[in-house]
């Protein structure tokens, strides 16, 4: 209905930035935002956003969100979304429309969209035989050619769609002169010490969808204290799906610490001198800052029968593997590690990152699709 009312007016010289997933403009959303405001004259947007509570409380919200978005797609000369969006794929988009997927992985770990059909994770068979989902990009952005194949296969879109020589708008935090004032405001907000080792604990989340997005709870913090309390701190970082706390002991909330209203994990990775998860793309941007990362998965069959991924997950991640609390420990006491694996990580998975790719997104996409 909203489309069909906005395609019969002019086509507004407009950016539409657009998600399902959060209520204020994240990651590269959030980085688009800034640049199209910091151009003289600022460049002309809208933002539209929404994330309805699960189940039957979030149907209103929901449909009257659906009537918005596509009044709007049916409006833009520029539409850009950053994860799966529904409102696309049930409409024909109107000649003058550019629609940019900037996704918010910089690269394929875990299959999505079209490659888990025959997982309990992603999108229903009956409703692909419907609505063509990740159907009707007229772009899609992409750190690497290699993660564009795959994603390719994910959104049915052909790889001549995919740029991959812009970079990554959200990786812009990580360069650049503002560095040092992000480190010193995250510090403060969480009141870390000097002196200490910070270790980023970012798990992604479990469940069949992202509305019941849960976050697992085996590594035990007493034990993590009890090897390195002298002299690391956790900080803890959750999927931003999950709606609901980790529990943290009370004794051990000087030791770890929940980070997770933090609304950029990359500006916790500045502060962060090894990355501690299990599944997250974020490896993908914490491989530019060159540290360390290690990978606890006790439940990594179980993951690979739910979603699966696109390479070998035991000899392609860029860091060793654990099952228990007690193995990844030791492993962060000992505090050694395979830089040149790191490395090699960073170079396979990023064309360019250099801290000007929102820049170059706006010069090269935006105003070309605003004319």
């Given at each position: 209905?909203g489309?069909?009312l906005?395609?019969?007016l002019?086509?507004q010289?407009?950016?539409v930035?657009?998600?399902?997933?959060?209520?204020?403009?994240?990651?590269n959303?959030?980085?688009?935002?800034?640049e199209?405001?910091?151009r003289?004259?600022p460049?002309?947007?809208r933002v539209?956003?929404?994330?309805?509570?699960?189940?039957?409380?979030?149907?209103?919200?929901?449909?009257i969100?659906?009537?918005r978005?596509?009044y709007?797609?049916?409006?833009?000369?520029?539409?850009?979304?950053?994860?799966y969006?529904f409102p696309?794929?049930v409409?024909?988009?109107r000649?003058?429309t550019?629609?940019?997927q900037?996704w918010?992985?910089?690269?394929?770990?875990?299959?999505?969209?079209?490659?888990?059909?025959?997982?309990?994770?992603?999108?229903?068979?009956?409703?692909v035989?419907?609505?063509?989902i990740?159907s009707?990009?007229?772009?899609?952005?992409?750190?690497?050619?290699?993660?564009?194949?795959?994603?390719?296969?994910?959104?049915?879109?052909p790889?001549?769609r995919?740029?991959?020589?812009?970079?990554?708008?959200r990786t812009?935090?990580l360069?650049?002169?503002?560095?040092p004032?992000i480190?010193?405001?995250v510090?403060?907000?969480?009141?870390?010490?000097?002196?200490?080792r910070v270790v980023?604990?970012a798990?992604?989340f479990?469940?069949?969808?992202?509305?019941e997005?849960?976050?697992?709870h085996?590594?035990d913090?007493?034990?993590?204290?009890?090897?390195?309390?002298e002299?690391?701190?956790?900080?803890?970082?959750l999927?931003?799906?999950?709606?609901?706390a980790?529990?943290?002991?009370?004794?051990?909330?000087?030791?770890a610490i929940?980070?997770?209203?933090h609304?950029?994990?990359?500006?916790?990775?500045?502060v962060?001198?090894v990355?501690?998860t299990?599944?997250?793309?974020?490896i993908?941007?914490?491989s530019?800052?060159?540290?360390p990362?290690?990978?606890?998965?006790?439940?990594q069959a179980?993951y690979?029968d739910e979603?699966?991924?696109?390479?070998d997950?035991g000899?392609?991640?860029?860091?060793?593997?654990?099952?228990?609390?007690?193995?990844?420990?030791?492993w962060?006491?000992?505090?050694?590690?395979?830089q040149a694996?790191i490395?090699r990580?960073?170079?396979?998975?990023?064309e360019?990152?250099?801290?000007?790719?929102t820049?170059?997104?706006?010069?090269?996409?935006?105003l070309?699709?605003?004319?």
């Amino acid at each position: 209905m909203g489309f069909a009312l906005g395609r019969r007016l002019p086509l507004q010289r407009q950016v539409v930035l657009a998600s399902t997933a959060a209520t204020a403009p994240t990651g590269n959303l959030a980085f688009i935002r800034a640049e199209l405001e910091r151009r003289d004259p600022p460049i002309p947007y809208r933002v539209l956003m929404s994330r309805p509570p699960s189940g039957w409380k979030g149907v209103p919200e929901n449909l009257i969100y659906n009537v918005r978005a596509g009044y709007h797609l049916g409006r833009a000369k520029l539409f850009v979304v950053d994860d799966y969006y529904f409102p696309i794929y049930v409409i024909t988009p109107r000649e003058g429309t550019t629609i940019v997927q900037t996704w918010h992985a910089s690269g394929a770990f875990k299959k999505i969209g079209w490659s888990v059909l025959d997982k309990t994770f992603g999108a229903d068979e009956r409703l692909v035989e419907k609505v063509a989902i990740h159907s009707n990009y007229t772009i899609c952005l992409m750190a690497s050619k290699a993660s564009a194949v795959h994603y390719a296969e994910a959104f049915r879109q052909p790889l001549e769609r995919f740029v991959t020589d812009i970079g990554m708008p959200r990786t812009d935090v990580l360069f650049g002169p503002a560095v040092p004032d992000i480190e010193a405001a995250v510090r403060a907000k969480y009141r870390l010490p000097p002196g200490k080792r910070v270790v980023l604990y970012a798990p992604t989340f479990r469940g069949a969808t992202v509305r019941e997005a849960t976050s697992p709870h085996d590594l035990d913090f007493r034990e993590l204290y009890r090897v390195l309390g002298e002299d690391h701190l956790i900080l803890l970082k959750l999927h931003p799906f999950v709606r609901e706390a980790q529990p943290i002991p009370p004794e051990l909330r000087s030791f770890a610490i929940d980070a997770s209203d933090h609304p950029d994990i990359h500006e916790l990775m500045l502060v962060s001198d090894v990355l501690v998860t299990d599944y997250s793309s974020a490896i993908f941007e914490f491989s530019l800052l060159g540290r360390p990362m290690a990978f606890f998965a006790p439940d990594q069959a179980d993951y690979v029968d739910e979603r699966g991924f696109y390479w070998d997950y035991g000899t392609g991640v860029p860091g060793p593997v654990f099952e228990t609390t007690a193995e990844l420990a030791q492993w962060l006491r000992a505090g050694v590690w395979d830089q040149a694996r790191i490395d090699r990580f960073r170079a396979e998975s990023f064309e360019v990152a250099d801290g000007h790719a929102t820049e170059r997104f706006v010069d090269r996409i935006v105003l070309p699709a605003l004319g």
